[in-house]
């Protein structure tokens, strides 16, 4: 079975993080792996509290897992700090970890900021050139791409800007756009490609970016083309917020698509 590495923050409510991330590596049919860069208190309301965990901790975790386990594919969540974005970094470059998805989690989907303002410019010098691919939403893109994202022409100019810094792909998710559908946009610095899908009237959001790299980490542990890969973790969130749970006073976490309805390995 191939094996998938997160190396994010664990979420307390169970929505977003290593959380959504494992159960999104178990439907997807990998072995998900972990590496915990800082522990959350959090509900589906807010972010009360973030306990980073030591950088030399976490590259500790990465080449235990490494080390015996293997991996196929990596994907990085939350980072929380400079230090530990500059750790993840050397380690994943020194160890050759192979299809690092990175999801730049510049903040929660309520507000809270989740990776120091100094540490976002050391992921794009560090970190992006080492991804096989970087899946931003709309503000992240922004920010990354130092525009602001109005227009289609807007979008596409700001692809080229983030592979620019060095990543072989970039997917500029559709979910905060303002669209009929939620198309995603894939750039591999040759050409566009548009991935659309229904906009599901859904409260139960909570995790949404999380899940998608997950997936998408998850199609290249197996083999799968990037192209490939992306079609699939598009498909895999939209069915999961469609079976989002409804619990908290806050945006729910997605549900997981009914059994026999993603991958299944073979015996």
Known sequence: MATALTIAGSDSGGGAGIQADLKTFAACGVHGVTAITAVTAQNTVTVTAVHVLPPAFV?????????DLGVDSVKTGMLATAATVEAVAACVDRLS??????????????????????????LTRTLLPLARCVTPNRFEAERLAGIAIETESD?????????????????????????????????????????????????STHGTGCTHSAALAAGLARGDTLERAARDAKEYVSTAIQHGLPIGAGPGPLGRPEKGRWYTPEK
């Open 59 to 67: 590259v500790t975790q990465i080449e235990a897992v490494v080390s």
């Open 155 to 203: 979008i596409r100019e700001a692809a080229k800007r983030i592979v620019g810094l060095g990543p072989q792909t970039v997917i500029i998710t559709g979910g905060h756009r303002a669209t009929t559908d939620v198309v995603d946009l894939c750039y591999d610095g040759h050409r566009f490609v548009e991935l659309a899908g229904p906009r599901h009237p859904a409260s």
């Open 97 to 122: 970890l192979p299809s690092l998805v990175v999801d730049p989690v510049l903040r929660s989907s309520r507000g809270a900021p989740l990776l120091d303002a100094d540490a976002i410019d050391i």
